[in-house]
């Protein structure tokens, strides 16, 4: 059975680190491209980070570059999604996403909340 477990998530204060772990598991082990999205209350679901397989190639989103970083170990079949200098509008859930051929994959999600 394949799936995505996130894990990390907390309440921290405004400045603060975070780091959150996606643990995948069953068919979808090791696959091709890894996303982080978010959602905060009230707001749709928005796309944060991504990274390739081999971890050649990370996309991040404007709104967080510079403090978010994305990183993967194959070995241990995790993404991670490394949260520095957080601000009270990274609020949200987060969640972990992959595609294996025609099939979307998601996790169940990690609340983040970040307080001023």
């Known amino acids: 059975q394949a799936q995505l477990a996130e894990f990390g998530g907390g309440l921290v204060q405004a400045g603060e680190s975070l780091r959150l772990s996606c643990v995948a598991s069953?068919?979808?082990?090791?696959?091709?491209?890894m996303h982080w999205y978010r959602q905060a209350p009230g707001k749709q679901r928005e796309w944060v980070a991504g990274?390739?397989?081999?971890?050649?190639?990370?996309n991040i989103f404007d709104n967080v570059r510079g403090r978010f970083t994305i990183s993967r170990d194959n070995a241990k079949n995790t993404v991670y999604l490394q949260m520095n200098s957080l601000k009270p509008e990274d609020t949200g859930v987060y969640y972990c996403f992959t595609k294996r051929g025609v099939f979307d994959y998601w996790g169940q999600g990690t609340q983040v909340t970040v307080s001023s």
């Open positions: 069953g068919r979808i082990v090791n696959p091709d491209w």
């Open positions: 990274i390739n397989r081999d971890g050649s190639d990370a």
